[in-house]
């Protein structure tokens, strides 16, 4: 069965599917940290990071290895999705 809406989803609506339960991981430099995300501590600029997002884009970590990332997501049980 396929439920069909005449209204779509607001933007609070959009961003709140899979809070919780789905997260991200986005390669980005220091750079782009500190652009992004101007409340972050600095960091030596140039390094390669990984942020592991919530689905609404909210940062949950930041660490300079993919596996420490993907093993928080995991620890915390939430399902990693890929953007494309």
């Known amino acids: 069965m ?4 005449n209204n779509p989803l607001t933007t609070a609506e959009f961003a709140a ?9 986005k390669p980005m430099t220091s750079d782009e940290l500190a652009r992004i995300f101007p409340q972050a501590p ?5 390094l390669q990071l ?3 997002l919530s ?6 970590l930041v660490t300079d290895s993919r596996e420490a ?13 890929s953007l494309h």
């Open 2 to 5: 396929t439920e069909t809406r």
């Open 42 to 46: 600095h960091i030596e600029p140039g």
């Open 55 to 60: 689905a609404d884009g909210a940062p949950i």
């Open 69 to 81: 990332a993907t093993a928080n997501a995991w620890e915390h049980d939430l399902k990693m999705v």
């Open 17 to 25: 599917l899979g809070a919780g339960q789905v997260a991200y991981l």
């Open 50 to 52: 990984f942020a592991l």
